[in-house]
């Protein structure tokens, strides 16, 4: 498997109470590795023991401890160095009292200034699948850089899957723009909320039976409420979500599409697939940061 994507730094806080305005709150802070496109290669490789490769950007800042890190996990990272920008950093703000939600303050850094040029047909030798992180299309560089790799792997046969990413950034760009952008992938992995605005269905089932009317395979993850596999127009499964204590959900979502992805891989059927994303992603929120468990 080939994913592209985003490699950044997280800082993730984890407080107890609402920060207070014009002062301090006490919190615990840890410096960890993530982003999606980088969360999802580690992931699918810790899962599903396949060769799992990462087309990202980064900062000389970081190059080497990012790359020993992706290693750690299973990965062959293809990490270009950007000679200006520092790697992309994320703030990420975890509220323990409210089922370790998070909410990202997103500096992009170098991870989304990959572009075409980053690109070579070789990349896609001996893979069988090409993951797109969402977060590729919030930029007009990467932007570029999807549209290379999604024409190379349709004259190669390989199948594509997409994460939306982000509702927030998905909202700034457009539905519609997004949705060309996309046009012909085999897998799309959006989240309830991602759903619901690319389709303007307040329901998540609704909102995920549509998109497969646009895409072959629509999965949808709803939390705690588990995932949702479409098809033709149907939801044809409704996946649980597995029970965990949640420490911090950063990464969840990555860890629910690298278990996916790597079970699809393996031969699972959807169903069974998405069964496996939910078992990964239950694991992820048990954990600081959006990264498995460096293999042992």
Known sequence: MLVVGDVVTDVVARHSRAPARGTDTAAAIRIVPGGAGANVACWAACRGGHDVRLLGRVGADTAEWHTRELQACGVRPRLVVDPEAPTGTVIC???????????????????LRLDSGDW??????GVAWLHLSGYLLFSEPSRGLVA??????RARGVP??????????LRALGVERFLALVDG?????????EACLLTGLPDAADAAAELSRHVPLVVATSGVEG?????????CARVPAFPAEARDTTGAGDAFTGGFLAALLSGAAPRDAAEEGCRAGAL????????????T
């Not at 992938?185 to 909320?193: G, H």
């Not at 992820?284 to 293999?295: D, F, K, L, N, S």
Request: charged residues 20%; aromatic residues 2%.
């Open 284 to 295: 992820a929120v048990t954990r600081v940061g959006g990264r498995p468990g460096r293999p």
């Open 185 to 193: 992938i085999d897998v799309l992995l959006p989240s309830r909320d």
């Open 93 to 111: 703000l975890v509220d323990t009292t409210a089922a370790a939600e998070r909410t990202f303050l997103t500096d992009s850094g170098a991870s």
């Open 160 to 169: 594509v899957s997409v994460d939306p990413a982000s509702a927030g950034f």
């Open 120 to 125: 070579s047909d070789t990349l896609l030798d």
């Open 148 to 153: 290379t790799a999604l024409a190379a792997a």
């Open 227 to 235: 995932a949702l596999v479409a098809r033709a127009g149907a939801v």
